[in-house]
Nanobody, 115 residues
Framework: QVQLVESGGGLVQAGGSLRLSCAAS????????MGWYRQVAGKQRELVAS???????IYADSVKGRFAISRDNAKNTVYLQMNSLKPEDTAVYYC?????????WGQGTQVTVSS
């Protein structure tokens, strides 16, 4: 069973920055993909960014140019650097990890951007 430990959420003013981290442990198989989703109450969870083990990256259009995803394969850790934050970025952010067999989710970390 894979355990995911997220950190880095919080409250920030519009225009500010936050960095999220997610460390994965316990996987018996290689982690193919790591990423971040976010969810606002009453809405569907949406992809923010993802990165494969080969460093192929996808960003949601709404965060392109402001957010940067990276990963440390040796540490099985994925990072999300969030710059120029906007109030509409306010959400619970979830770490996502995919192995060849399963998908795993973190517990979520709240990001609140005040105007």
């Amino acid at each position: 069973q894979v355990q995911l430990v997220e950190s880095g959420g919080g409250l920030v003013q519009a225009g500010g920055s936050l960095r999220l981290s997610c460390a994965a442990s316990g996987s018996r198989f290689s982690i193919n993909l790591m990423g971040w989703y976010r969810q606002v109450a009453g809405k569907q969870r949406e992809l923010v960014a993802s990165i494969t083990s080969g460093d192929s990256i996808i960003y949601a259009d709404s965060v392109k140019g402001r957010f940067a995803i990276s990963r440390d394969n040796a540490k099985n850790t994925v990072y999300l650097q969030m710059n120029s934050l906007k109030p509409e970025d306010t959400a619970v952010y979830y770490c996502h990890v995919r192995t060849v067999w399963n998908n795993y989710w973190g517990q979520g970390t709240q990001v609140t951007v005040s105007s």
